[in-house]
């Protein structure tokens, strides 16, 4: 099994800037994608941004349209590390967030992914 941990999380001003990180242990794939999802309250678990990978090669970074040009995905496969660099936060952002990991290429912007972290709250002051 695969254990995931956020950590990075925090409370800042609207316009600032968070790096999230998640740490994967345990069993892994050849071939698979991390994503990070996030949860406000009141709204549903939604895609924020997701990497795939291929016997250790990066084959495409996603996006949802509201983060495009703030948010950057990136991975450390040595150290089985995937971050989220959030920049120019709004209030908006305010949520708790998922990373999640799942074997293969598809779905990645898809909530049914096999693993999960237990969350990091991200707070963005207005």
């Known amino acids: 099994q695969v254990q995931l941990v956020e950590s990075g999380g925090g409370l800042v001003q609207t316009g600032g800037s968070l790096r999230l990180s998640c740490a994967a242990s345990?069993?892994?794939?050849?071939?698979?994608?991390m994503g990070w999802f996030r949860q406000a309250p009141g709204k549903e678990r939604e895609f924020v941004a997701a990497v795939t990978w291929s016997a250790g090669s990066v084959y495409y970074s996603y996006y949802a349209d509201s983060v495009k040009g703030r948010f950057t995905i990136s991975r450390d496969n040595a150290k089985n590390t995937v971050y989220l660099q959030m920049n120019s936060l709004k209030p908006e952002d305010t949520a708790v967030y998922f990373c999640a990991a799942r074997p293969g290429r598809n779905g990645v912007r898809n909530n049914d992914y096999d693993y999960w972290g237990q969350g990091t709250q991200v707070t963005v002051s207005s």
């Open positions: 345990g069993r892994t794939f050849g071939s698979y994608a």
